[in-house]
């Protein structure tokens, strides 16, 4: 992935952090872009938050402004990034507990961990696998984005989940090789940064993969 003039692989400079202390960082980043997320949701939700359209594109363009920022290195600019990313997927998720039950929410939930851990451990343990499949995860990403704006049009696409089954598949390998970007970096609170919001970016489509199979399950 690129990350405007550089890619994380190149980036490094003065905010240099020991081993342990990166992947701390990258991981209270990431466990805080996920809590926010949920906590806004939760909270959107109990005050019976509902955008127009007109609010919820806006939402949708809010994340784009904070990965901007989050490139930026800058420490305070980046975490003001992550924020703009997290928070706005939480109002925009406030609706889904009226369309899913508890219980079906919560299983996700806990799907979403398990393959989450289980990606890390693989991303960790076979590094070499993991860093041959950039391209063709970023080749599949384009297809199904392309596959997705095409259900609009085309019903049918959506039968069976089959693009549920693919999203689910392709973000578990993406949790994966983006761990094995944050043991491969250059370990920098920028870096920490980056690799932050695409795991949560990751671990975010998963489960909204996972919750609509899990819901169709359900039903």
């Not at 992947?23 to 909270?43: D, E, H, I, V």
């Not at 594109?57 to 703009?84: D, H, M």
């Not at 391209?135 to 392309?146: E, R």
Request: aromatic share 14%; with cysteine; glycine share 10%.
């Amino acid at each position: 992935m690129v990350y405007g003039a550089k890619t994380v692989f190149d980036r490094s400079g003065s905010d240099t952090l020991s081993e342990r202390a990166y992947y701390m960082l990258l991981g209270l980043l990431t466990l805080w872009s996920l809590g926010a997320t949920g906590f806004t949701a939760f909270q959107a939700h109990a005050m019976h938050f509902h955008p127009t359209k007109l609010i919820a594109i806006g939402l949708c363009l809010i994340p784009f402004a904070g990965i901007f920022l989050t490139k930026v290195e800058n420490v305070v600019l980046s975490f003001l990034g992550l924020n703009l990313i997290c928070l706005p997927f939480g109002f925009l998720l406030s609706g889904l507990s009226e369309k899913y039950a508890p219980g079906v929410i919560g299983n996700a939930c806990l799907g979403t961990g398990c393959v989450t851990v289980t990606m890390i451990c693989l991303g960790t343990i076979y590094p070499k696998v993991f860093a041959q499949l950039g391209g063709a995860l970023f080749a599949v990403l384009i297809g199904l984005v392309v596959l997705r704006i095409a259900q609009i049009f085309i019903p049918e696409l959506g039968a069976f989940h089959i693009l549920d089954w693919i999203g689910a598949g392709l973000f578990s390998l993406y949790i994966g090789y983006d761990w094995y970007r944050a043991y491969s970096v250059p370990k920098t609170i920028s870096n920490a940064m980056d690799v932050a919001v695409s795991l949560y970016l990751d671990v975010l489509n998963l489960f909204m993969n996972i919750l609509s199979l899990f819901g169709e399950s359900n039903d």
